[in-house]
């Protein structure tokens, strides 16, 4: 069976006083994460040894990074690698999120760089892919995923693919409030895994979780993740308030 997974993205929030007392908040919360689900915090990198710490000896948390660079090593100043993340025991790491494609210019190649070094760190890839409001009033967002998972990741061996997570975050949908309709997410993400079968399978294909992100919230999380191709969420805004977050593992399968 796949994972179910809560991913919390916190992007660039908070002082590290709040992250502190955020991680603090989150683990008094009543929440229960059952042997296949995970939840999984996306934090800030300098924010990495603290919540490492904080979250330690807890069973299927992980802390992740929000990016990496495609080299393990080297003159790339400001850059952090996947192999250096990997030192510090973290092996989820989040790839290709809109604001990165969008502020940062990476490219469908260059994330499969990075996903590739994700790889070879023997961590995880949460890779992201979505559409923008223009792609999908004009009803080609199938087409349009595709091509952002073509380009990145069908390099990748049938064993590769099974060790990568992928978000599919509708562009319209981040923190604009404007959620997917269930039914929409549903359609999409069977779409997405229907991309992978006939490439690798339906086998390997059904071992992928693919989660989704766009204003998720605890009000509709358990209706989102109750779809039968929807295997958790990426959150950004609702993950940095405790109870909202803890009500959005509790909603997992
Ligand atoms: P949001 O962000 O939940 O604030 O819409 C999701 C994301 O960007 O991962």
Redo the contacts with the bound molecule.
Sequence with gaps: MRKQIAAA?W?MNLSISEAETLLDQLMATDHHIAANQEAIYAVPAIYIPLATQKLAGRQNIYVAAQNCHSKSSGAYTGEISATMYASLGVKHIVLG???RREYFNESDAFLAEKTDAVLAAASTPIF?CGEPLAIREAGNQNSYVETQLKNSLFHLTAEQITKVVI?Y?PIW????GKTASSEQAQEIHAYIRSVFATKYGQAIADQISILY?????AANAKEIFSQPDVDGG??????LIATEFAAIINALK
Aim: glycine content about 22%.
């Design positions: 993205n992007k999120h809109s604001e992201c978000a975050e949908a981040i923190g604009t992100g766009g204003s998720v919230k990426l959150v950004g805004g609702a993950s």
